[in-house]
Structures are given as structure tokens and as C-alpha cells.
């Protein structure tokens, strides 16, 4: 078997790519990355020491460079982790989210159709659905919760979801797709909350919490999506939507004292900002049908998850050193002020 996976240089990429050489040692897995801002060959070094994977360069909406690589490789399953991801970024410049988000996967089917495959998967998120009110906690998103975006990245994201179903029904592509709430774990881009909180707290920096902190997020371990998107590619039914979510729901203050007092660093390093415009205020994930149709259940609780978390950012403080240093901090500094 041979496996394409975009965007593995990127967070939850990064984290399937490990996933999958560990558990098919037979496989072969491509990885196809732009190496955008996000993208981190670092996050690939002990794969690339592993025969079965190969790294290939490449942009997604990138046609001819998509056409040749699937020519060489004749790939069986296709999994599409690459996009532009950040929300906030999507507000400030929505142009590339469209091109790499909505053009390529739409590139990147028409490379599955003109040479044949076994399964495209779309990973997508429970950003599609918009978001829940904080006073019904009783609500949920299921596969049939009607799309209802607020972001630039949510509706580029719900954008590309309506083409997977449309190349579905029209051109009989078998696919599926994947909706995924909030992941956190080893490798995540520190400008994201649960890193860049991490990151600021070990050195003593102002943590910028949008509003009042109390936007409700559905927190899931990388490795338990890594391991639905596994059931899904070889179990998964053709045309079908899974969502993935472990009710670990967390206000962001909540989770921004977790890491504060598993680092022993004083709450007065809170800070609240501006809010973030058209911010979601509650996601929240019925996993019913994953469980019920694959067996899915997530492994890890977000209490002893954070934990292995904090280990990590602790243990590899030259992955996300690296990162700080570079030209990450000109967007730092215009996001949130050289004072923070
Ligand atoms: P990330 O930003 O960490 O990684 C994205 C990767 O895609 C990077 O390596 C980047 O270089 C690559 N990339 C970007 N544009 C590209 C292009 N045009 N061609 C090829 N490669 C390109 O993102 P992530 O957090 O790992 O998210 C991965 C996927 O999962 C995304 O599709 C995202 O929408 C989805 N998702 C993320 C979360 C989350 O909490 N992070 C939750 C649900 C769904
Ligand atoms: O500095 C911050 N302060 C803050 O209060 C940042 C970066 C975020 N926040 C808040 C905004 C959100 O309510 O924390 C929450 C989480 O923010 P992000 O980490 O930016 O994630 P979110 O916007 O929820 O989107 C994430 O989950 C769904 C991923 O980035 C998406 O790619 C995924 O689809």
C-alpha cells in the first residue's frame, strides 16, 4: 500500500505520519508538503530516517507538480491534512486559505480520478458547523448539523467539504470525511492557544486571552485522531462524514490555569486582549456514529493528556525554540504588541 499524506510536516500530519510507519511497517508513506510557515522538517527527522517514507515538496494546488507525483507514485489512499490552518490568519489574509484549502483538495481529487484510488480522505473540522450557545449544554454537532461557518479558514474548510461530496456524487470518487474537534499534542505550531500559553508561561511572558476566556473548546489527544482517521481510511464507508470529539469540554480560561499550575507559574501572567472578531463561542462533538459504526473511543482524557503535553514542550525545547526565533516573531509582535 501507498499512502499520500499532505501537510505532514504540519501538527496532526506530522503525528499520522508516525502513526502510520508504526503501525504498517509495510507501507509506504509519501509525504507531500509545501513547507509553508508551518511546515517543520524537524517534526520529520526520525522519519525520514525510515526506509518505507519518502518527503516530497510540493504545493497542493500545484497541478502539474500533484499530476507527477501521483504518476510516480500511484498512491492507494490519499489523506488531506494540508491547509492553511489558523483562524486568525485567515482574518488578516483569507486569499491563501481559498488556494490551499478549496483549490488544492479540489487539485488533488482530480489527481485521484485521472490515475485511480482506492480512498480520498478529507480531513476536515468541527469548524464547519459554526459554533453552539453556552447556555444549552445539552447541544451538540452531528454529521447532519447544517453548515454554518463564521471564519474565512471555516468556510474554506466547509468549502472543500462540499466538493469532496460533490466529486462523490458525480464522478463516483470514493472518499470520505472527517470532522475533528480542537487537537493539542507534540508538534503543535505554538500559535496556537495550548503551545503558545506553554511557550509564554515557561518564559514568564503575558498569556493573551481573547475576551473573558470563556469560549468553550472540545479537546481532543493528537494520537486519538490519528487513530479514528486510521479506522476511517480502511473501514470508513465510501461518501460518508465521521465526527471525532472526546467530550473534553474546557473554557479557555480553564485551560490556560491547567498549564499555569502544572508549570507553577502564577495566574497573574493572564492577560486578556482584544477579542478575536466573529469568535465561536462553544464547539462540541457527538462522537456517536464513529463509536457505533468503526468502535472508535478516544484513549487519553484531556487531565493526563495536558500532562504529556507540558512533558513534551518541556523535553523539546529546541523544536519550539527554533520556531520563536524565526520569522514566526514578526507575526508575534503585529498579533499581539512587542510589550507582550
Ligand atoms: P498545521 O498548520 O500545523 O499544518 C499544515 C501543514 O500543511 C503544514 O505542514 C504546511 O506546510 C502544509 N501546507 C500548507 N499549505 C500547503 C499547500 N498549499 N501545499 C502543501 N502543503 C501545505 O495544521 P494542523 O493543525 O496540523 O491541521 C491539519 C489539518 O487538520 C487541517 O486540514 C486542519 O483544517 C485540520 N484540523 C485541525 C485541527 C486542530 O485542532 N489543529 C482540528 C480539526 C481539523
Ligand atoms: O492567543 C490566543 N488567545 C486565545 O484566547 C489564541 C491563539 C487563541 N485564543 C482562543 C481562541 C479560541 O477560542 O483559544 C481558543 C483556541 O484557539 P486556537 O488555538 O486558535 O484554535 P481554534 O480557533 O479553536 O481552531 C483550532 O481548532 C479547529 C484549529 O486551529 C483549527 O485548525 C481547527 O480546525
Same mark, same amino acid.
Given at each position: 500500500? %501507498?499512502? $499520500?499524506? %499532505?501537510? !505532514?510536516? !504540519?501538527? $496532526? !500530519?506530522?503525528?499520522?505520519?508516525?502513526?502510520? /510507519?508504526? *503501525?504498517?511497517?509495510?507501507?509506504?508513506?509519501?509525504?507531500v508538503d509545501a513547507l509553508t510557515y508551518a511546515g517543520n522538517m524537524e517534526t520529520l527527522d526520525g522519519a525520514m530516517k525510515n526506509p518505507q517514507f519518502e518527503f516530497v515538496k510540493a504545493d497542493i494546488a500545484d497541478r502539474d507538480a500533484v499530476y507527477a507525483l501521483f504518476e510516480k507514485c500511484k498512491p492507494d489512499y490519499v489523506v488531506n491534512f494540508a491547509a492553511e490552518s489558523h483562524v486568525d490568519r485567515s482574518i488578516t489574509n483569507p486569499d491563501i486559505f481559498l488556494r490551499t484549502n478549496v483549490i488544492g483538495t479540489g487539485v488533488l481529487m482530480d489527481a485521484c480520478r485521472k490515475y485511480g484510488i482506492k480512498r480520498f480522505h478529507q480531513v476536515s473540522t468541527d469548524e464547519v458547523y459554526g459554533d453552539l450557545p453556552l447556555d444549552k449544554p445539552e447541544l451538540f454537532f452531528t454529521e447532519e448539523t447544517p453548515l454554518h461557518t463564521s471564519s474565512p479558514y471555516s468556510a474554506s474548510k466547509a468549502g472543500a467539504d462540499l466538493l469532496v461530496n460533490a466529486y462523490n456524487r458525480t464522478y463516483k470518487l470514493p472518499v470520505t470525511i472527517s470532522r475533528c474537534s480542537n487537537n493539542y499534542g507534540p508538534y503543535h505550531f505554538p500559535e496556537k /492557544?495550548?503551545? /503558545?500559553? $506553554? &511557550?509564554? &508561561? @515557561?518564559?514568564? *511572558?503575558? @498569556?493573551?486571552?481573547?475576551? *473573558? !476566556?470563556?469560549?468553550?473548546?472540545?479537546? @481532543?489527544?493528537?494520537?486519538?485522531h490519528c487513530e479514528a482517521i486510521d479506522l476511517i481510511l480502511h473501514n470508513g464507508k465510501d461518501g460518508e462524514v465521521y465526527n471525532i470529539g472526546g467530550h473534553n469540554e474546557? %473554557?479557555?480560561?480553564?485551560?490556560?490555569?491547567?498549564? /499555569?499550575?502544572? @508549570?507553577?507559574?502564577?495566574?497573574?501572567?493572564? %492577560?486578556?486582549?482584544?477579542?478575536?472578531p466573529g469568535h465561536d463561542m462553544r464547539y462540541a462533538i457527538d462522537p456517536t456514529k464513529i463509536n457505533r459504526e468503526l468502535g472508535w473511543l478516544p484513549a487519553t482524557r484531556f487531565d493526563d493528556g495536558i500532562k504529556l503535553t507540558i512533558k513534551w514542550y518541556l523535553d523539546n525545547r529546541k523544536w519550539w525554540e527554533n520556531i520563536l526565533a524565526g520569522e514566526y516573531q514578526n507575526y508575534y509582535e503585529k498579533m499581539y504588541g512587542s510589550g507582550n
Open positions: 500500500m %501507498t499512502v $499520500i499524506v %499532505t501537510g !505532514g510536516a !504540519g501538527f $496532526i !500530519g506530522g503525528n499520522f505520519v508516525y502513526h502510520m /510507519l508504526e *503501525k504498517y511497517p509495510k507501507y509506504k508513506i509519501v509525504c /492557544l495550548i503551545p /503558545l500559553m $506553554i &511557550a509564554n &508561561a @515557561l518564559n514568564d *511572558k503575558p @498569556l493573551p486571552v481573547y475576551g *473573558k !476566556g470563556e469560549n468553550v473548546r472540545d479537546w @481532543l489527544y493528537v494520537k486519538d474546557r %473554557t479557555n480560561l480553564e485551560v490556560v490555569k491547567t498549564i /499555569l499550575r502544572e @508549570l507553577g507559574k502564577p495566574e497573574s501572567l493572564i %492577560t486578556y486582549v482584544t477579542d478575536r
